[in-house]
């Protein structure tokens, strides 16, 4: 497969890792987590499908045992953060943020599209509360949801709050693969099609013009949905992308994929896919499929999950 864009936009931010000053959580009771053991976590693939995204090779990595998330952080557990901390995100400083167009309120007015990825569209008032834009807090009306338009900063910060961290790559695709060893995605090697097998939340249609919902959500969906895999999580592929603590490094000496890497520079690295992926133009709902943004975008499809040490 041609090395393709897939369904993020670029970074068009300054991009820099900030440290914010939180306290600890007080008041707030940490996300529903499940233990997982200690093991030789495998990472990667032997069957890369996007090679320049570096999903190769399959390897072990030692992985300590560690709690996750059983979801991703939802927009109620992200409000309790905000209104203990008075936390402000990098989309609320920025003033914007990136939406799909197809979400885009037609009272929002004409909206510039990103070269290359038209389907973004830079919303002014756009943040975690007005996910569409700032006519609306739609984050109250779906409470249950992964919250998005959070930056990596923005996610290490609720992290540190709850007394966490961001996932590595091996503990997340540890977690994801729910003991079942070498598959493609946590249910196993089934495949997800656009009539009748549906086990996550991505894209069924054509991208971008049309999403048939036939997996039932156009957008994001409750972050406790579908079925859990073999160790009880939920989500990991499809639905929202989720930051790691990771940097986004392409280990290889070939000349493309260097420059691609310069390109990249200061990128963290995201796992998991979104609700926008499809295997027609971005195939990255698989366990060892990986992308990179810089520590300050945000978008309506990117969100985190939250690891503890044990
Ligand atoms: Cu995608």
Same mark, same amino acid.
């Given at each position: 497969?041609?090395?393709?864009?897939?369904?993020?936009?670029?970074?068009?931010?300054? /991009?820099?890792? !900030?440290?914010? %000053?939180?306290?600890?959580? *007080?008041?707030?009771?940490?996300?529903?987590?499940?233990?997982?053991? /200690? #093991?030789?976590?495998?990472?990667?693939?032997?069957?890369?499908?996007?090679?320049? #995204?570096?999903?190769?090779?399959?390897?072990?990595?030692?992985?300590?045992?560690? %709690? *996750?998330?059983? +979801?991703?952080?939802?927009?109620?557990?992200?409000?309790?953060?905000?209104?203990?901390?008075?936390?402000?995100?990098?989309?609320?400083?920025? /003033?914007?943020? @990136?939406? @799909?167009?197809?979400?885009?309120? !037609?009272?929002?007015?004409?909206?510039?599209?990103?070269?290359?990825?038209?389907?973004?569209?830079?919303?002014?008032?756009?943040? =975690?509360?007005? *996910? $569409?834009?700032?006519?609306?807090?739609?984050?109250? #009306?779906?409470?249950?949801?992964?919250?998005?338009?959070?930056? =990596?900063?923005?996610?290490?910060?609720?992290?540190? =709050?709850?007394?966490?961290?961001?996932?590595?790559?091996?503990?997340?695709?540890?977690?994801?693969?729910?003991?079942?060893?070498?598959?493609?995605?946590?249910?196993? #090697?089934?495949?997800?099609?656009?009539?009748? $097998? @549906?086990?996550?939340?991505?894209?069924?249609?054509? @991208?971008?013009?049309?999403?048939?919902?036939?997996?039932?959500?156009?957008?994001?969906?409750?972050? !406790?949905?579908?079925?859990?895999?073999? $160790?009880?999580?939920?989500?990991?592929?499809?639905?929202?992308?989720?930051?790691?603590?990771?940097?986004?490094?392409?280990?290889?000496?070939?000349?493309?994929?260097?420059?691609?890497?310069?390109?990249?520079? /200061?990128? !963290?690295?995201?796992?998991?896919?979104?609700?926008?992926?499809?295997?027609?133009?971005?195939?990255?709902?698989?366990?060892?499929?990986? +992308?990179?943004?810089?520590?300050?975008?945000?978008?309506? $499809? +990117?969100?985190?999950?939250?690891? =503890?040490?044990?």
């Amino acid at each position: 497969m041609a090395a393709k864009t897939g369904c993020s936009p670029p970074a068009v931010r300054p /991009g820099v890792a !900030k440290e914010f %000053r939180i306290p600890p959580a *007080i008041t707030a009771t940490p996300p529903p987590a499940i233990e997982i053991p /200690g #093991d030789e976590a495998l990472v990667g693939t032997r069957d890369p499908v996007i090679s320049d #995204d570096a999903e190769g090779p399959l390897r072990t990595k030692r992985v300590a045992p560690f %709690r *996750i998330g059983e +979801t991703a952080v939802t927009n109620a557990q992200f409000a309790a953060f905000v209104d203990e901390t008075g936390y402000v995100t990098e989309a609320e400083r920025f /003033g914007w943020s @990136f939406v @799909f167009w197809a979400q885009v309120p !037609k009272s929002v007015g004409p909206t510039q599209a990103v070269r290359n990825v038209t389907w973004w569209r830079r919303v002014d008032g756009a943040d =975690w509360r007005h *996910i $569409h834009g700032p006519e609306r807090d739609l984050a109250r #009306d779906r409470s249950d949801h992964p919250v998005v338009h959070v930056s =990596w900063n923005d996610a290490r910060a609720y992290a540190k =709050w709850i007394g966490g961290r961001l996932p590595t790559e091996a503990e997340w695709e540890h977690a994801a693969r729910g003991g079942l060893g070498d598959v493609r995605f946590p249910w196993g #090697d089934e495949e997800p099609d656009d009539t009748g $097998h @549906f086990p996550c939340n991505i894209w069924q249609g054509s @991208f971008p013009e049309t999403n048939t919902c036939a997996d039932g959500y156009a957008e994001t969906a409750p972050a !406790k949905s579908y079925f859990a895999n073999g $160790h009880g999580l939920y989500n990991l592929v499809g639905n929202v992308w989720e930051w790691t603590a990771e940097p986004f490094v392409i280990r290889s000496q070939k000349r493309a994929a260097k420059a691609r890497q310069a390109q990249m520079k /200061g990128f !963290k690295l995201a796992k998991g896919g979104s609700f926008l992926c499809h295997r027609s133009y971005c195939y990255r709902y698989r366990i060892a499929a990986r +992308t990179g943004n810089s520590p300050d975008s945000t978008t309506t $499809h +990117t969100g985190f999950r939250v690891v =503890w040490g044990l």
